[in-house]
């Protein structure tokens, strides 16, 4: 029997154990939940004067604005702007991705204008900014001298203009034009007591092949430019 009572007792001891415990627990629980809606009191009390005050402020305002703008109107923009909520993340992603290309081409900006920077120093050690008064002084006698029907009759014929441009500024023409003027000017700067411009002594030049050779490229030089059609009103060649 003592053995019997002695495992009841300790069974009931177990069992109040148990119980302590769980009375504990709900004891801390408790003390947790009022301490926890203490919190919510105080903070309630806090928030209700700057809620009230927000609220006369929010009517004051409604007030102001209600000749122009409804309760309704208000209502029918908060649900377009709930129901575009999805756009405006879709224009954030996209600020942000500019943002991103922003902050990646910064370092690209920089160098350009760094480099443009050291460009323009150096197009003014070599004049170019002093020349550009003088090139608008050109273009002003340029505008002065032509009028509207100059310039487009210049556009009209730029394609020519250019063509012709481009043909003379072939080598091999460049070379003729060069040898042509080495040879003008030497011809130019011979003193006439050296030229002997007698019938016999300009008969002795055609004896040489070159003075032939040049004679002969003249006269072809002139056939050419006889086959040319002047301009002319009606479009007829002149006689």
Not at 83 to 98: G, I, W, Y
Not at 145 to 159: C, H, I, S
Request: no cysteine; glycine share 2%; charged share 25%.
């Amino acid at each position: 029997m003592d053995q019997q009572t002695q495992t009841q007792l300790d069974a009931l001891n177990a069992k109040i154990d148990a119980l302590t415990e769980q009375m504990a627990v709900l004891t801390d629980y408790v003390l947790e939940q009022r301490q926890r809606q203490q919190e919510w009191d105080e903070l309630k009390d806090d928030l209700t004067p700057i809620v009230m005050e927000m609220s006369n402020v929010t009517v004051e305002e409604l007030e102001e604005i209600e000749p122009y703008v409804q309760l309704e109107d208000i209502l029918a923009f908060l649900k377009r702007l709930a129901a575009n909520l999805h756009n405006f993340e879709t224009m954030l992603d996209q600020l942000e991705s500019v943002n991103d290309l922003v902050q990646d081409l910064t370092p690209i900006a920089n160098d350009a204008f760094l480099t443009a920077t050291d460009q323009m120093q150096e197009m003014e050690k070599k004049g170019y900014f002093a020349v550009l008064p003088e090139l608008k002084y050109m273009a002003d006698n340029v505008m002065a001298a032509f009028g509207p029907e100059d310039v487009r009759a210049l556009g009209d014929n730029v394609v020519t203009i250019l063509t012709t441009v481009r043909s003379m500024t072939q080598p091999e023409i460049m070379l003729l034009v060069q040898k042509l003027t080495d040879s003008t000017q030497e011809a130019v700067n011979t003193p006439d007591d050296e030229l002997d411009i007698s019938y016999l002594g300009l008969i002795k030049q055609m004896r040489d092949p070159q003075m032939r050779l040049g004679l002969a490229r003249t006269m072809t030089l002139l056939r050419a430019m006889g086959n040319i059609t002047p301009p002319s009103t009606n479009g007829n060649r002149t006689s």
